[in-house]
């Protein structure tokens, strides 16, 4: 694998944290504390119940919706009351079936800074949060901007809900949805300067490269670009997040997707060539069969199972990460060869919801990362 560069660090921030209750000490002005771990072990981070203060389950939980340059990332936690629940001492358990307690929770967003280990409570907005897989976050000397999409099917007008962090203040936008019939999966939202880009696994892309961060409330146009021929499937199609994933690797934007076209699992992945026409480039693939088969499988002592999709390399496109029984492993997808294997620290969710959904990767300088808030450790 490509060393690090000495300018960049890249971590595998893992999406639900770990929460403690609320008394749990923290010194005074930090809300959270992060275990930083070198790739492809996880980064992971922690909250107080007063955070995130609805126990966890598969349709409720606090998630990292975004993150971004300085430091920055855009944790999402419902407001519930945790105090009046029977069993606050199990609050960080994850429930595999919906709990039923959550609804009419207010829903939050948070800044959290490396820097300091603040999270900072944005303010509810007058029009209500949705759906934080739809939310992005750039992040500029001056501050923060989220942008959470918020489509109505059957209109070709779409909601854009943005935070201004310098201003302390929310505005709403109308802008154009180009695929007007058909709702969005928010499966994630990228921001690789000047491009915002939410991300749909079974569709394609909508993206903009209007927001400037002196002026967060130009007019905007949303760009379609549908994913590669032969890989759009039904809206709403379950566990997308575990057979593709979608991500920027060596500056270019990279789609891999399981799929087994004759009826033998592959993995092949593409690139985009052209923002303006949508053009895909196909990219390569391996069978499944090509990987088991290598050596450096078979050292692994796994079982011939296809594995779920973790991310890509973001600087080596050829190698594509993998989750399979609570380890995590790398493929070479032009050689087969497995590199990188260790058990993987995510506790939440279990194992078997393991996918791309639930990791994120957060480049930052050696010097932030080296320079992080008091509650920051470096794993060994």
Same mark, same amino acid.
């Given at each position: 694998?490509?060393?690090?560069?000495?300018?960049?660090?890249? $971590?595998?921030?893992?999406c639900?944290?770990?929460?403690?209750?609320?008394?749990?000490?923290?010194?005074?002005?930090?809300?959270?504390?992060?275990?930083?771990?070198?790739?492809?072990?996880?980064?992971?981070?922690? %909250?107080?119940?007063?955070?995130?203060?609805?126990?966890?389950?598969?349709?409720?939980?606090?998630?990292?919706?975004? =993150?971004?340059?300085?430091?920055? +990332? *855009?944790?999402?936690?419902?407001?519930?009351?945790?105090? $009046?629940? &029977?069993?606050?001492?199990?609050l960080? !358990? +994850?429930?595999?079936?919906? /709990?039923?307690?959550?609804?009419?929770?207010?829903?939050a967003? +948070?800044?959290?800074?490396?820097?300091?280990?603040?999270?900072?409570? *944005?303010?509810?907005?007058?029009?209500?949060?949705?759906?934080?897989g739809n939310?992005? *976050?750039?992040?500029?000397?001056a501050?923060?901007?989220?942008?959470?999409?918020?489509?109505?099917?059957?209109?070709?007008?779409a909601?854009? /809900?943005?935070?201004?962090?310098?201003?302390?203040?929310?505005?709403?936008?109308? %802008?154009?949805?180009?695929?007007?019939?058909?709702?969005?999966? &928010?499966?994630?939202?990228i921001?690789?300067?000047?491009r915002?880009?939410?991300?749909? *696994?079974?569709?394609?892309?909508?993206t903009?490269?209007?927001?400037?961060?002196?002026?967060?409330?130009?007019?905007?146009?949303?760009?379609?670009?549908?994913?590669?021929?032969?890989?759009?499937?039904? $809206?709403?199609t379950?566990?997308?997040?575990?057979?593709?994933? %979608?991500?920027?690797?060596?500056?270019?934007?990279?789609?891999?997707?399981?799929?087994?076209?004759?009826?033998?699992?592959? =993995?092949? #992945?593409?690139?985009l060539?052209?923002?303006?026409?949508?053009? !895909?480039?196909?990219?390569?693939?391996?069978?499944?069969?090509?990987?088991?088969?290598?050596?450096?499988?078979?050292?692994?002592? /796994?079982?011939?199972h296809?594995?779920?999709? $973790?991310?890509?390399?973001?600087?080596?496109?050829?190698? %594509?990460?993998?989750?399979?029984?609570?380890?995590?492993?790398?493929?070479?997808?032009?050689?087969?060869?497995?590199?990188? !294997?260790?058990?993987? #620290?995510?506790?939440?969710?279990?194992?078997?919801?393991?996918?791309?959904?639930?990791v994120?990767?957060?480049?930052?300088? #050696?010097?932030?990362?080296?320079?992080?808030?008091?509650?920051?450790?470096?794993?060994?």
């Amino acid at each position: 694998m490509e060393p690090p560069s000495p300018e960049k660090q890249w $971590a595998i921030l893992v999406c639900v944290p770990h929460v403690v209750p609320g008394v749990h000490d923290y010194p005074p002005g930090t809300e959270f504390s992060l275990r930083h771990d070198d790739p492809p072990q996880s980064s992971r981070f922690t %909250v107080p119940s007063r955070i995130a203060s609805d126990p966890k389950d598969i349709e409720n939980h606090p998630y990292v919706a975004a =993150v971004g340059a300085y430091g920055r +990332f *855009l944790l999402y936690a419902t407001q519930g009351n945790y105090q $009046a629940l &029977a069993n606050q001492h199990i609050l960080d !358990w +994850f429930y595999t079936e919906p /709990l039923g307690v959550h609804h009419g929770s207010p829903k939050a967003y +948070f800044i959290c800074e490396l820097k300091t280990c603040a999270a900072t409570r *944005l303010p509810d907005p007058e029009h209500p949060i949705v759906n934080p897989g739809n939310a992005g *976050l750039i992040s500029c000397v001056a501050g923060s901007l989220v942008v959470e999409l918020q489509p109505t099917p059957g209109n070709h007008v779409a909601t854009l /809900l943005c935070y201004v962090s310098w201003t302390n203040t929310w505005l709403v936008r109308d %802008v154009n949805y180009p695929p007007v019939h058909r709702p969005w999966g &928010a499966h994630g939202v990228i921001y690789d300067e000047p491009r915002l880009t939410w991300v749909d *696994l079974s569709y394609g892309l909508l993206t903009s490269s209007q927001f400037l961060y002196d002026n967060p409330n130009p007019d905007l146009e949303l760009r379609f670009i549908p994913l590669p021929a032969g890989c759009e499937r039904l $809206a709403g199609t379950v566990d997308l997040d575990k057979e593709r994933c %979608v991500g920027m690797s060596d500056e270019r934007l990279r789609y891999v997707q399981i799929h087994s076209p004759q009826g033998q699992p592959i =993995v092949s #992945k593409w690139m985009l060539v052209n923002w303006d026409t949508g053009l !895909w480039l196909y990219d390569g693939y391996i069978s499944f069969r090509e990987i088991w088969d290598d050596e450096s499988y078979k050292a692994m002592k /796994l079982p011939e199972h296809v594995p779920t999709v $973790a991310f890509i390399h973001p600087r080596d496109d050829d190698l %594509v990460y993998f989750f399979l029984q609570s380890r995590i492993f790398g493929v070479d997808v032009r050689t087969g060869e497995c590199s990188d !294997w260790i058990f993987f #620290k995510m506790n939440s969710p279990p194992s078997r919801y393991h996918s791309s959904r639930f990791v994120r990767l957060w480049q930052q300088t #050696k010097k932030l990362f080296d320079g992080a808030g008091p509650n920051v450790q470096r794993g060994t």
